[in-house]
Every structure is written in structure tokens, then in C-alpha cells.
């Protein structure tokens, strides 16, 4: 092993094998290895510029006459070992090249898993298992890599991004690093050791935090990169993340209202009666949602002119009520749209190694186009300005399909500008929204906000309000959303919501559904977006409702009605007080946007975020803090009156519906009537629920 200093980075170099060690960020160092000739120069998701910092850097010479070194006394008497030192963090390398992370106290936060000799505790293990592993691709340069920790029985790991599952600490899971409907990942992780950990890689692979070890892996990359960072609590840890890979902007106040949306409003009518009738009843409304199929073909990225004759009037009017219009733009172009050919003749879809270059067949023929690649960015963001943009002032895109949906997600078979997707895929979401936020910025605007259903580390930074998915309309999907919401906030990406009801399979003639329903609208109004979705069934038939148009076969249908008046009158009286709950709490959400963009805070917060010295915050799943002054206790089991809620030590709380004041490090009974969700109030809080 040979170590010296370059600059101001620790650099080590064993046969063909280079690591840099760096400081990158406050408290924190960047890791990158390869065996190629030289390092790559991709950032990934640490987008943000960073201070030069003041780190050390101390190489020494040791005794290696041990007895332990028994098959080589001869060769060697003395080897070197290196620490490099940034802040709260050091990173310290024995002569073998194992890299151990400490903090300031001198704890071992994390080290590298080498089933080998090991110097530092003499334990040896016969295995040849590399803590660093980068495998050669046979006939290319790039490499299929494992990256290896070791594992601790008192750890807890929180984030990582969405994952349909019903844990909230992810210790024991095994987790693909790859986007699919309703799973974003985004490989950032707060450790209950006292540090925070990104994978910096955007390769579909696969992440294990085992109980004998963590393993990473990457399908194929042309380098290892990871950052990590340590700090005395988790929001200085989120604080530290954040300062690497971009905060979300402000929120505009628009988005922290009531948000409307069903699939799907199929004219332009249908859309003006619902907010008409929003605005009879007295109910708030701020944004309403024009879903998917508004235009002629995929990709033509504009208006039906058949179903939305007139936009600049529809737009006008949903503004004179104080509604914002959101439209919604697919990355899939079908064979048949007026860009398709334009667009595959400049490379600007994404390609197939093998085969036809086509992604999907669902109501045409389609491709995605390549996000990655900053033409195909500007080609579709130049669409969208002038259909959508300039001539109605529509500046609200909802990008779905952001992972993008692949049929199927054979990741081996699809190419990007950046590379093969096996190497770059995860960055598709980030570099999606990227392209709107910066073609509406160049417009003028200040206030971005984009509706995507993926995202990867860095994201927030374009402004992504993130939401689950196409989940299912039960119980157990309602309960995994909120560990979902949480882990997507201790993953950097504060801005997050789920489709209110689930989508799939709600039914709104049954009892069984708007308990669901009531419930989820409940919690939904204590998450940071507020916002209803849902295809409810049974779908219309094509033209039933649509005798106007004659013969003409609708391109696709839609659900039933899904605003609050859609489920009977007793459910609409349940539902309706939580809208101007929300209403209500608007100054509070203000400040808690204002929080997370300077300085990353999660909006909705595991317990231990704001109590990291309380075991048992760590503990609690089923509960959380929204803000740092509501403790909210959804209801998430069918047929409840009351549950059981645990008080965080430190403070006092007061049941917001009762009026009655606790103690904390207590777990209490809560009423929960079908008409309350149970919120208590920190102790110094003059916030007013019920």
C-alpha cells in the first residue's frame, strides 16, 4: 500500500486499485476508488459547491513485526498507515488499505468488511473477502462492484428513500437500488451511530443492511463513490447532506393548500365544473390537476383541441378563483406523435441494445425520451413552453412516469446519453425535473414546484414534490405510505405526498373504503402536500357519458367521481372540517417549509429527529412529527375508537382533541373517533387543532 497527499486529498494506490479520500462538505469526506486509469470526474448527486476545507492529513510508519504478520516478517519490518481528518469525522487506513470512519471522540462510526487479516482487532478470517471489490466486465472497462461495511447489532438505519414496506428503521432489509412505480431510490441513510451516508453511484444494483454485514452493489459503474458525514444529532446530519446535494427551494404558498385530482378530468368542463362546485360548497381549493390523455398522442406535449377547446379560458378562470392548473406531461413518446421522428432522429430517446428501440405498449407504441441527455431536456421543455407555458400561463407540470416505467425493467437492455441504464439509470428522475426547473427559471419564475412520481438523491433541489405511486386502496398500503413519507424525508426529500385513498381499487359505495378514505384525508392533512387522487372504480365505459361526441371512442376513460362530495353526504361531512384545518395551520406549515429549505429538515419527522436522546423515540413507527411542535398518531387499522401513543420524553404534550395535558416518556390511550385523528401539541406551542 502506498499513501500520499495530492492536494488536499489522501490518496492510496495498491496495484492497480487508486482511492482518494477527501473532505467534502462540513464534517463529512468523500471515498471514490478504481482500477482504471483514472477517476471518472462525475459528482452524481453532490451537485452543490462546496468550501475547501481546513483537513489533516498524517501518514505514519509502524512496527509490522507482529507475531500475526507470521508469512511475511522477512519482507517487511515497517509499513505506513494514514488518517485524514474534516471536522467531527476522520477516516483512518491501516497498512492494508481498510478504511475505518471515527468521530471526534474517537467512536468508530463505520468501517470497511474485510474477511481477511485484520491488524487493527487481530481477528482473521481465512475468506479473501474484499471490503472494496471492483470486478472487471469482461471485454469492456467498466466493473460490476461491491462495497462492503460491517455490521452493528445496536444500529438503526432510517431513509433510503421509498420502499413499499412497512419498516421504518431499515436495518435487516434488503433493498434494490433501482426506480419502479411507487419505489424511489434514494441511497441516503441517517445512522443511529451518528452518521449520515450517501451511495454515490446512480447504478441499478442492490443494498443489503444485513445483521453479519452491509454489502452495496452496483451492476456495473466505472468507479466506487460514496460520501459520509458525522454530527451530533440528525438534523445536523440532514443539515450537512443538504449542504452537498442542494435544499428544496421555498414552497410556494399555492402548494401548501388542498390539491385536487381524480383520474382523470377527460374535458375541459369537467375540470371547470369541479372547481365551480368546490367554490359553491365554500371549500378551499389551490391547485387542480389535468391527468393524463389531455393531449392527441403521447408526446405530442399540448392540448386535445376536441376535449379542451379553449385552455387560456379554462386556465383564466380556475386563477379568477384563486386555483392553480396543473397539467401532466409523460417522458413516453409514441410512434405515431408529431415529435417522435424529430426526436429519434436527433438521439433523443433512450435506446435499446437489443431489439427494437420501443419501452412500452399500453395505448400506443412508445419510447421515453432521454433525460440524461440536456437536448432531449430542452427539446421537450421547448414543447411544453409553447403549448403549455406561454400561451396560458400554465407553469404547474405533474412528470409522471419519472422512473421511468420500463416493460420490461430489464435494465441491461436499455442505453442512455450518459451510458448503459445499468450504469446511470437512477439519475433518470433527478435529470427529469432538472429540465423544467431550469426551463422555468430561464422563463422568469421563481416560484417551481414539479409533481414527480420518482426521485434520487439531489432531486429536492429542482423543486420535486414526490408522491407514492400507484399504490393500492387497503389498509396495509395506507400503513407502509407513512413509513414511505418518513424514510423519503430522512433521505433529503422533503416535499412529499401520497395519492389520498389509495389508487387503486377504491370503491366509493362501500363502508369499507370511506372509513379508509376518511382516515387517510385525516393524516394526509398533516403530510406536506395535501392532495386527493385515485382511479375509483368501476371505470366508465368510453362514451356513455359523452353522447355529445357521437361515435368518437375516447383514447381512454376515467374512474368515478372522487371530490368530497362523491362519497355520500355523512363522508363529506368528516372530510370537509380537515380542509380548513389545513387552512388553519397554513402560517405553521409556512414556517416548517421555510425550516426545510434552509436547512434540510425533513418536514414530516421520525420522533427521534427532534428527541435523539429518547430510546424510545428511535423505537416508534407507527406515529410521527410533523413539524417540530404536532406530534401526529394516524389511524391505520379499520374499526378504532382510540390507540395507544407514545409521548416522547422532555416535554409535556397536550391532546389536541381532549384539551388534557401529559407528561412525556409515557405512552397514553388516545380517543380517535371516526371524526379525529389523534395530534398532541409540544409543550410552548400556541397551535389550535380541534
Known amino acids: 500500500m502506498i499513501f500520499s497527499k495530492e492536494d488536499n486529498r489522501l490518496t492510496l494506490r495498491r496495484g492497480t486499485e487508486t482511492v482518494w479520500i477527501e473532505p467534502w462538505g462540513k464534517d463529512s469526506l468523500r471515498v471514490r476508488a478504481t482500477r482504471r486509469k483514472e477517476m471518472s470526474g462525475r459528482d452524481w448527486a453532490l451537485m452543490e459547491p462546496v468550501e475547501a476545507a481546513?483537513?489533516?492529513?498524517?501518514?505514519?510508519?509502524?512496527?509490522?513485526?507482529e507475531p500475526w504478520y507470521w508469512d511475511r516478517p522477512d519482507r517487511r519490518k515497517t509499513a505506513e498507515t494514514?488518517?485524514?481528518?474534516?471536522?467531527?469525522?476522520?477516516?483512518?487506513?491501516?497498512?492494508?488499505?481498510?478504511?475505518?470512519?471515527?468521530?471526534?471522540?474517537?467512536?468508530?462510526?463505520?468501517?470497511?468488511?474485510?474477511a481477511q487479516r485484520n491488524r487493527i482487532d487481530r481477528y482473521c478470517?481465512?475468506?479473501?473477502i474484499d471490503g472494496r471489490e471492483l470486478k472487471p466486465i469482461q471485454g469492456t472497462d467498466d466493473y460490476r462492484l461491491?462495497?462492503?461495511?460491517?455490521?452493528?447489532?445496536?444500529?438503526?438505519?432510517?431513509?433510503?428513500?421509498?420502499?413499499?414496506?412497512?419498516?421504518?428503521?431499515?436495518?435487516?432489509?434488503?433493498?434494490?437500488?433501482?426506480?419502479?412505480?411507487?419505489?424511489?431510490?434514494?441511497?441516503?441513510?441517517?445512522?443511529?451511530?451518528?452518521?449520515?451516508?450517501?451511495?454515490?453511484?446512480?447504478?441499478?444494483?442492490?443494498?443489503?443492511?444485513?445483521?453479519?454485514?452491509?454489502e452495496w452493489t452496483a451492476m456495473s459503474c466505472k468507479e466506487l463513490d460514496y460520501w459520509i458525514t458525522a454530527g451530533d444529532t440528525p438534523a445536523e446530519l440532514e443539515l450537512n447532506y443538504s449542504g452537498v446535494t442542494g435544499r428544496a427551494p421555498m414552497m410556494p404558498e399555492f402548494g401548501m393548500g388542498y390539491w385536487q385530482c381524480k383520474l382523470r378530468y377527460r374535458t375541459q368542463e369537467e375540470v371547470l365544473a369541479v372547481a365551480r362546485e368546490h367554490k359553491r360548497r365554500g371549500y378551499p381549493l389551490d391547485v387542480i390537476v389535468v391527468d393524463f390523455f389531455h393531449w392527441p398522442l403521447e408526446g405530442d406535449f399540448r392540448f386535445d383541441p376536441k376535449y379542451f377547446p379553449d385552455p387560456k379560458a379554462m386556465v383564466q378562470e380556475l386563477r379568477e378563483m384563486g386555483i392553480e392548473t396543473v397539467v401532466s406531461v409523460w417522458p413516453t413518446v409514441d410512434s405515431r406523435s408529431e415529435n417522435y421522428g424529430k426526436m429519434a432522429e436527433k438521439g433523443l430517446l433512450v435506446q435499446c441494445?437489443?431489439?427494437?428501440?420501443?419501452?412500452?405498449?399500453w395505448i400506443g407504441v412508445t419510447a421515453n425520451y432521454d433525460t440524461t441527455n440536456p437536448e432531449a431536456r430542452q427539446f421537450v421543455w421547448e414543447q411544453c413552453r409553447k403549448n403549455y407555458y406561454e400561451p396560458y400561463g400554465i407553469r404547474l407540470f405533474w412528470l409522471d412516469e419519472a422512473e421511468p416505467e420500463f416493460g420490461p425493467y430489464d435494465f441491461d437492455l436499455y442505453r442512455y446519453h450518459d451510458g448503459p441504464a445499468a450504469q446511470v439509470s437512477n439519475e433518470y428522475p433527478k435529470c427529469y425535473a432538472q429540465g423544467f426547473h431550469e426551463g422555468l427559471q430561464a422563463a422568469g419564475e421563481t416560484d417551481i414546484l414539479s409533481l414527480v412520481r420518482c426521485a434520487w438523491a439531489g432531486s429536492q433541489r429542482y423543486?420535486?414534490?414526490?408522491?407514492?405511486g400507484d399504490i393500492s386502496s387497503t389498509w396495509q398500503s395506507f400503513r407502509e405510505q407513512l413509513q414511505a413519507g418518513l424514510s423519503m424525508g430522512m433521505a433529503g426529500i422533503p416535499?412529499?405526498?401520497?395519492?389520498?385513498?389509495?389508487?387503486?381499487?377504491?370503491?366509493?359505495?362501500?363502508?369499507?373504503?370511506?372509513?379508509?378514505?376518511?382516515?387517510?384525508?385525516?393524516?394526509?392533512?398533516?403530510?406536506?402536500?395535501?392532495?386527493?387522487?385515485?382511479?375509483?372504480?368501476?371505470?366508465?365505459?368510453?362514451?356513455?357519458?359523452?353522447?355529445?361526441?357521437?361515435?368518437?371512442?375516447l383514447k381512454l376513460t376515467s374512474g368515478q367521481p372522487n371530490e368530497l362530495w362523491s362519497f355520500g353526504e355523512e363522508t363529506e361531512k368528516l372530510l370537509a372540517p380537515f380542509l380548513f384545518l389545513r387552512e388553519r395551520l397554513r402560517p405553521y406549515i409556512r414556517r416548517i417549509m421555510q425550516d426545510a429549505h434552509q436547512t434540510g429538515a425533513p418536514v414530516m419527522r421520525p420522533l427521534f429527529y427532534e428527541f435523539p436522546g429518547d430510546p424510545e423515540s428511535w423505537r416508534t413507527e407507527d406515529e410521527y412529527l410533523f413539524g417540530p411542535e404536532l406530534l401526529v398518531a394516524p389511524v391505520m387499522e379499520a374499526g378504532l375508537s382510540a390507540r395507544s401513543v407514545y409521548l416522547p420524553a422532555g416535554c409535556s404534550w397536550t391532546e389536541a382533541y381532549t384539551g388534557r395535558l401529559y407528561d412525556g416518556g409515557q405512552t397514553v390511550q388516545a380517543a380517535a373517533p371516526l371524526e379525529i385523528i389523534p395530534v398532541f401539541v409540544r409543550e410552548g406551542s400556541?397551535?389550535?387543532?380541534?
Not at 54 to 65: G, L, M, Q, V, Y
Not at 353 to 361: N, Y
Request: proline residues 4%.
Open 146 to 214: 461491491t462495497a462492503r461495511f460491517q455490521a452493528w447489532d445496536d444500529e438503526m438505519i432510517f431513509g433510503m428513500g421509498q420502499y413499499q414496506m412497512k419498516q421504518l428503521n431499515k436495518k435487516g432489509a434488503l433493498l434494490e437500488l433501482a426506480h419502479r412505480n411507487s419505489q424511489a431510490s434514494v441511497p441516503f441513510f441517517v445512522s443511529s451511530r451518528g452518521y449520515g451516508f450517501l451511495w454515490n453511484n446512480p447504478a441499478v444494483g442492490q443494498c443489503c443492511f444485513g445483521t453479519n454485514r452491509t
Open 463 to 468: 423543486g420535486v414534490l414526490t408522491w407514492s
Open 495 to 553: 416535499w412529499w405526498t401520497s395519492d389520498i385513498g389509495g389508487f387503486l381499487g377504491g370503491m366509493p359505495d362501500e363502508p369499507w373504503f370511506r372509513e379508509l378514505l376518511v382516515r387517510w384525508f385525516q393524516w394526509a392533512c398533516f403530510c406536506p402536500v395535501f392532495r386527493m387522487h385515485g382511479e375509483r372504480q368501476p371505470w366508465y365505459d368510453h362514451d356513455d357519458e359523452f353522447p355529445e361526441y357521437e361515435n368518437h371512442v
Open 54 to 65: 481546513e483537513c489533516k492529513i498524517e501518514i505514519r510508519t509502524i512496527d509490522a513485526t
Open 82 to 114: 494514514a488518517r485524514i481528518t474534516n471536522g467531527k469525522i476522520a477516516a483512518e487506513v491501516d497498512e492494508e488499505g481498510w478504511i475505518t470512519f471515527v468521530n471526534s471522540d474517537g467512536k468508530i462510526l463505520t468501517r470497511e468488511y474485510w
Open 353 to 361: 441494445d437489443r431489439g427494437v428501440s420501443f419501452q412500452g405498449s
Open 125 to 128: 478470517l481465512p475468506l479473501r
Open 686 to 690: 400556541d397551535l389550535r387543532i380541534y
